[in-house]
C-alpha cells in the first residue's frame, strides 16, 4: 500500500532511515506493508526493486520487510516500484528551478522563476529533449527533435495555432489555424512567410500574392463553383472585376471597392449581354448573339434543329 502525506498513519518514522515519514514536498511517498511496518518510498525502493536476498539456484531476488523479514508480495513490489519511479527531486540554480523524475534522474522540467516560463522534456536520462515550453501568459510552444536540436513545431495562441517546418532556429511558418475555423497557408522562409491562401469553414478559399504583410486578394474560389477574381493597389482597394460561374457563364465588373457594377456578360454559348447602371441597379444595355447562336436560332425556325 502506497499513500500521501495527507494520510495519517500511526507510525511517525522509517523503519529505515529512522527519519520523520512526513517530510513535506509533493513527492514524498509512504509505503505501508501489509505486515504494518513502514517506510518512505525512497528507502524501501531498493529492497522491493533488488530484493535482499537471493534463493539458491535461481536469479530471482527475494525480498522481505527489513523489519520483520516478512516476505513482500508481487503487488506490494510493483506498486513501489512504479511510484519510485515517479517521484520527483527539485534542484534551484541561478533562478531556474530543475525538477528531475525517478531513481535515474531523469529531467522533467525546467522552471525559469524570473519570467515564469517552464519547459517540459522528455526521454532518457542524459538524452532528454524539450518538448513543451509553457509561456508566463498561459501560452504553449511544442517541439520535435533529438536533444539539442529541438525544432519548434507548433504555437498555440489563445483563439490561434501557428505551426512550423524548418531545421532548428530556421523555422518558419507555414500554417495558422484560427478558433473560428479559418486557415491560413504561408509560403516564404523564416522572416519573409506571406499568406497565399486562406480556407473558410464553408470551404471557400482564397488566394493572395505579395510580399509578407503585403498581400492581396487576386481570388475567391466558392464551394458552389464560382470563382471570383480581384484587382487593385492594395488590400483595401481590391475590387472585383470577374466572376467565372458554375454554368460557363463569366460576369465582369467596374468601379471601387464595395461598389463594382456590372458591366458584361459572357454566356457559355458565346452571347454577350451589355450593362448599364450603378451598382445593384444594372439594367441591360445590349445584346450580341454569336454565330452559332444566330445559326441555332435559324434552324429552330425552320425546324432543323
Sequence with gaps: MVFLLNEEPDFTRCAICEEQLFKPGPSNFVALLSCSHSFHVGCIAAVAVDGNIKSLGS???????????????????????????????TV????????YAGKESRLVRCEYLEDGNTLFYEGKTGKERCVRNLLFNGLNEFFEGEKGAER??????????????????????VRKVFENGDTEVYEGQQGNERMVEKKFPNQDVAFYKGERNNEQLVAIYSINGTRSYFE???QSERRIVSSELPSGNTCFYKGDMGKERLVRKEFANGDIDYYKGESGLEELEKQVRSTVSDF??????????
Design 59 to 89: 536469479d530471482y531476488k527475494e525480498a522481505k520487510c527489513p523489519v520483520c523479514r516478512r516476505m513482500m508480495t508481487c503487488e506490494e513490489r510493483n506498486h513501489i516500484q512504479s511510484i519510485d519511479d515517479s517521484r520527483e527531486t
Design 92 to 99: 534551484d540554480n541561478m533562478g531556474i528551478r530543475s525538477v
Design 232 to 234: 487593385g493597389e492594395n
Design 296 to 305: 441555332t436560332d435559324v434552324c429552330k425556325r425552320f425546324r432543323v434543329a
Design 152 to 173: 519548434l513545431v507548433l504555437k498555440e495562441y489563445t483563439n490561434c495555432k501557428t505551426y512550423f517546418k524548418g531545421d532548428t532556429g530556421n523555422e518558419y511558418i
